[in-house]
């Protein structure tokens, strides 16, 4: 079943055509990589899902909505989640209460302010910050967490909200290969429940880790198809031969 | 009773910064409300009832600027417009009833600042800060100019209250029975503000003041929540105008323009913004050093200048105010998911620190 369908989308800033008539089809509980050189479109392609910018022509479809003009609080409220490139957590809360905060968004305003949710939402805080590897960080600010925790908790942020779709934005940027290894072991259980789109320039990661594999190149797909696919393609090929 | 966490998830740093400052001060203050008027003169108790005033004012700007980063420079305008509804009331109706003063002020702010609101937070787009800062700086000073010329209400001279406020036949002057008034209505502003900012409501204001475009992302309908926190400011600033009015006896356009709405700005900024403490503790060190300097023959032409230099010094060098001096940045934020340890758990914590387990 397609979750996502993205048609014919076009998205210019003033002169540069970021992407150009791009068409991707998602399937549910896959893992989703788009790969290209830097400048390619990947991300932008990722900002038009989460709704940081609309696009000028085409749509995007989720879960059979079309949401190409919707605003990103109600994307996120019909399953979308998004870890962005730069890691955004709120640096001066707890790691408990960014994810208190991440789990509780689709609470009415009543129940945020007699503050009847807090109890009720703890044992899954708490499962997710073991899973991340964050208990004994519970109380810290997250602002004085390592870089690679911080990543971590951004998905932990992300993941609790048990979307649909989770988006990640280069989520290794700037990790050690130890700890790039365990989170692809962090997102492997995630499959059964959420599909999952992951911009990443860790080749070995990604290839690992994904179903099927989107290429970009200057705003246009160059391939489409599963990893295997993707490795034999010759015209990814040409382009990380010629390009990177 | 179920425990919100563990005594191993709390870091040494965290454990070692436990301790609170902010209670103390509360209880200070609050021990300090109680007294007052037993140790002052009457004609102190008059000032000191008009700093009270001042406080609820103050608390509704910190909530606007302090908690859900709403920069308001027309708060006035709602401590104004209210203090002249029932000054209305009062001098073409006749109408002094406390208990119908209080809702009239609470009332007529909530309205004015729904309908700023509405214009300056709730458009397709969200606003940016200095939007915001010009829209409700505009508003105060129209409507100040309105007023000023408005003959009905007074005009440029304002409107005089001569009848006291009354409950039933029984006056209520400017004086100990007033302050405590005042001082009720103080303490139940500043619990109700505070049980507010520290719900879980209080969490996603917290979110919004750091990072409001993360908070989009994760679902949450920011302007919404800014735009409540605006109209529950609104509210209580038109509570603050509504007995401001009645407690001096006369409303006039300059308790609705710039002038005041600068000042609220100042008492929180110089008391310490975000911490519903600091704005009351900016009205009494703000109007104490005013009185005390505009009563020595020396500093009475530039006691402005000397304050203002004080003012500039403190918002300069110490953003977060005076009470930023003994309130960690830790302890201002506040904690929202996690239930302090207990006895039990300071034990539990000793044995880890040592490695027995």
Request: charged share 20%; net charge neutral.
């Amino acid at each position: 079943m397609k979750l996502l369908e993205i048609n014919k989308v076009r998205k210019n800033f003033g002169v540069l055509c970021a992407l150009d008539d791009v068409s991707v089809s998602v399937n549910a509980n896959t893992f989703h990589g788009l790969i290209g050189p830097n400048g390619s479109g990947k991300s932008t392609l990722l900002s038009i899902i989460a709704g940081a910018h609309y696009a000028d022509n085409g749509s995007v479809v989720f879960d059979k909505n079309d949401i190409t003009k919707t605003s990103p609080e109600i994307r996120a409220r019909k399953g979308l989640s998004l870890k962005f490139q730069i890691t955004a957590i709120l640096p001066e809360l707890s790691t408990y209460d960014n994810l208190l905060l991440s789990i509780q968004s689709s609470q009415s305003i009543w129940k945020l302010i007699s503050s009847k949710s807090k109890g009720i939402l703890h044992d899954k805080i708490m499962d997710a910050l073991e899973r991340f590897k964050l208990a004994d960080r519970a109380d810290t600010l997250a602002g004085e967490l390592s870089h690679g925790l911080q990543q971590w908790l951004e998905i932990a942020m992300s993941v609790i909200r048990e979307p649909k779709l989770l988006l990640l934005d280069e989520p290794t940027g700037g990790m050690s290969p130890e700890e790039r290894r365990a989170t692809g072991e962090l997102l492997m259980p995630i499959k059964k429940t959420c599909t999952l789109i992951i911009v990443e320039h860790d080749l070995d990661f990604i290839k690992d880790i994904c179903d099927n594999l989107t290429v970009l190149d200057q705003g246009k797909i160059v391939d489409t198809g599963t990893v295997e696919q993707i490795k034999l393609s010759k015209k990814v090929q040409e382009v990380y031969t010629t390009r990177v | 009773m179920k425990q919100f966490i563990n005594s191993n998830l709390l870091s040494k740093e965290n454990r070692r910064n436990s301790f609170r400052v902010i209670p103390i001060v509360e209880i200070i203050l609050l021990l300090l409300l109680l007294v007052t008027p037993l140790f002052v003169s009457d004609f102190l108790t008059i000032i000191v009832t008009r700093m009270l005033i001042l406080c609820i004012f103050a608390i509704s700007f910190d909530l606007c600027w302090g908690f859900a980063g709403i920069l308001t420079f027309g708060q006035a305008l709602f401590f104004g417009m209210a203090g002249y509804a029932v000054a209305l009331f009062a001098n073409k109706l006749g109408f002094v009833q406390l208990w119908g003063i209080i809702p009239i002020g609470i009332i007529v702010g909530f309205i004015i600042s729904f309908l700023l609101a509405w214009f300056l937070l709730l458009g397709k787009r969200a606003p940016e800060i200095i939007f915001i800062a010009l829209g409700t700086l505009t508003a105060g000073y129209a409507a100040e100019r309105l007023v000023a010329g408005w003959y009905w209400a007074g005009g440029g001279n304002g409107m005089s209250i001569y009848d006291f406020l009354k409950v039933g036949q029984f006056e209520i002057e400017p004086g100990v029975l007033f302050y405590y008034i005042s001082a009720s209505l103080l303490l139940i502003v500043y619990l109700v503000s505070r049980y507010l900012v520290r719900s879980q409501f209080g969490l996603v204001l917290a979110g919004i003041r750091q990072n409001e475009n993360r908070l989009s992302y994760l679902g949450y309908k920011v302007q919404t929540y800014k735009a409540i926190v605006f109209c529950f400011s609104g509210a209580i600033a038109g509570l603050a105008g509504a007995l401001y009015a009645h407690h001096e006896g006369f409303i006039g356009p300059g308790s609705m323009g710039i002038v005041l709405s600068t000042y609220v700005v100042l008492y929180g900024l110089f008391g310490g913004a975000g911490t519903l403490l600091g704005p009351i503790i900016g009205v009494i060190a703000i109007e104490s050093i005013k009185f005390t300097l505009s009563d020595i023959d020396a500093f009475k032409s530039y006691w402005p200048v000397l304050l203002g230099i004080i003012l500039l010094v403190v918002v300069v060098y110490k953003p977060t105010g005076l009470l930023g001096f003994i309130v960690s940045q830790r302890e201002r934020i506040g904690s929202f998911g996690l239930i302090r340890r207990d006895v039990s758990d300071d034990k539990s914590i000793q044995k880890n620190e040592n490695g027995v387990s």
